[in-house]
């Protein structure tokens, strides 16, 4: 699976892809809450995920790192195409991430 995340201070905004660029889920996760933990303990080995390197992205790719070693961080200020995008929200920002790998 491909997997986009749109971190946020309290809350990420994930978008999982399959292999041909379909979306399988897209879902709002509170960082405390049983929903992403679960949304952790999902992660396969054989995911690649893609996240913003923000301010808080150092203690999520820890956590995502004992799952798997395919994640890319991308440059919030070389994500040109989410930041300069006509319709942006957190949907279209992990799609967009998501979409990169």
């Known amino acids: 699976m491909y ?6 201070k309290k809350y ?5 892809m399959d292999m ?6 897209q879902k709002r996760i509170e960082h405390n809450s ?7 303990s999902s992660i396969d080995e054989n ?12 203690y999520f790719y820890e956590l995502l790192e004992s799952k798997t070693k395919n994640i890319v961080l ?17 949907k279209v920002d992990s799609k967009m991430l998501a979409h990169t790998i």
Request: aromatic content about 10%.
């Open 3 to 8: 997997i986009g995340i749109d971190l946020h």
């Open 12 to 16: 990420s905004f994930v978008t999982i």
């Open 20 to 25: 041909n660029g379909n979306i399988i889920n």
């Open 34 to 40: 049983k929903a992403f933990d679960d949304f952790i």
């Open 47 to 58: 995911d690649h995920i893609a996240m913003e390197a923000t301010t808080n992205w150092y």
């Open 74 to 90: 991308a440059h919030p200020a070389k994500t040109r195409v989410i930041a300069e995008a006509k319709v942006k929200n957190d």
